[in-house]
């Protein structure tokens, strides 16, 4: 290849096509005309002799070259951008920013409850606005500036958004301290024996692909609950003999009054990461909170 005839803005086009994977939708994001991101396509093409995005049914799919391309592509202008802008320093002390975060409620108590005690002390001037996850809505929100930030399962976000792993999660069983049938060792009989509330987003429904794995070894739970929201259940299950399955993160507090247990049996667990749009990745403040929330779910 011939690196002479290869300027930064075509690089930059050449990323905006491979996010978008749709030429009108990259030239609105570059503020050009559609043509002239077609004949950078076009010279594109001829540069790497290869063509890149190839007409679909909705906008275009990536060659296996152009799917090649894009992460060290995105690397290295993300090098250029970082050089560019080094000069624009956010200090957190004395900055004013409001970030609006989409998550589910147990993120909310796992994750941004800590956020928001530290940032009190450490950025006094950011405030931070939640909001309720509806992945429905979520690409929506995040190109029309309502959400800044997203706290999810990478796996399902939008396409094109900028993404990074958090942590992965696993699920445990809770039950009362004293509760009388629930110790270490517990069989997976005895498990499916206990009086057991489920968590249903969605509402009303009374199994979760945990049944289907107790089915497979040829039990069937008792289920006596189900609940809308994963912070209620914490509550009942302290006043009470019910057990339940939760996100570790939710109760891993030494202070929380519950018993706390490994399940016995596999569960599949979760991975939980932060998805945001291109327009928040270089800034200063957004790029520091992204940097808080990482250290915080690492720690």
């Known amino acids: 290849m011939d690196t002479r005839r290869l300027d930064l803005n075509l690089l ?17 994001r570059l503020h050009l005309s559609q043509p002239a991101v077609s004949a950078q396509l076009a010279r594109l093409r001829d540069v790497f002799d290869d063509p890149l995005l190839i007409p679909a049914q909705r906008g275009m799919t990536p060659t296996a070259k152009a799917l090649e391309l894009l992460q060290p592509l995105r690397q290295a202008l993300d090098q250029v951008r970082v050089t560019v802008s080094s000069h624009r320093h956010f200090d957190p002390a004395s900055a004013t920013l409001t970030v609006a975060i989409a998550c589910t409620d147990y993120l909310q108590v796992a994750l941004l409850q800590p956020l928001v005690l530290q940032l009190r002390t450490r950025a006094p001037g950011v ?96 289920v006596v609950l189900s609940a809308a929201s994963f912070l209620f259940v914490p509550g009942i ?12 993160r939710l109760v891993r507090q030494p202070s929380h009054p519950l018993k706390v ?29 992204r940097e808080e929330i990482l250290a915080l779910a690492r720690g």
């Open 12 to 28: 930059v086009t050449l990323e905006a096509l491979l996010v978008e994977q749709n030429v009108t939708k990259a030239a609105a």
């Open 127 to 222: 405030r931070v606005a939640m909001r309720q996850l509806d992945p429905a809505q979520l690409e929506a929100q995040l190109l029309r500036g309502e959400v800044d930030l997203a706290l999810m399962t990478p796996q399902v976000a939008p396409p094109g958004m900028r993404a990074r792993h958090l942590f992965d999660e696993r699920y445990v069983l809770i039950g009362r301290r004293h509760h009388p049938r629930l110790r270490a060792g517990l069989t997976v009989e005895a498990f499916a024996e206990l009086e057991h509330v489920i968590v249903s987003p969605g509402g009303g429904a009374f199994t979760t692909p945990v049944d289907d794995a107790l089915a497979a070894l040829g039990y069937r739970r008792k």
């Open 237 to 248: 299950v302290a006043q009470s003999d019910f057990v339940a399955l939760v996100p570790q």
């Open 261 to 289: 247990l490994d399940c016995p049996f596999p569960v599949e667990g979760f991975e939980v990461g932060m998805v945001w749009h291109e327009r928040n990745h270089g800034h200063g403040g957004q790029r520091w909170l």
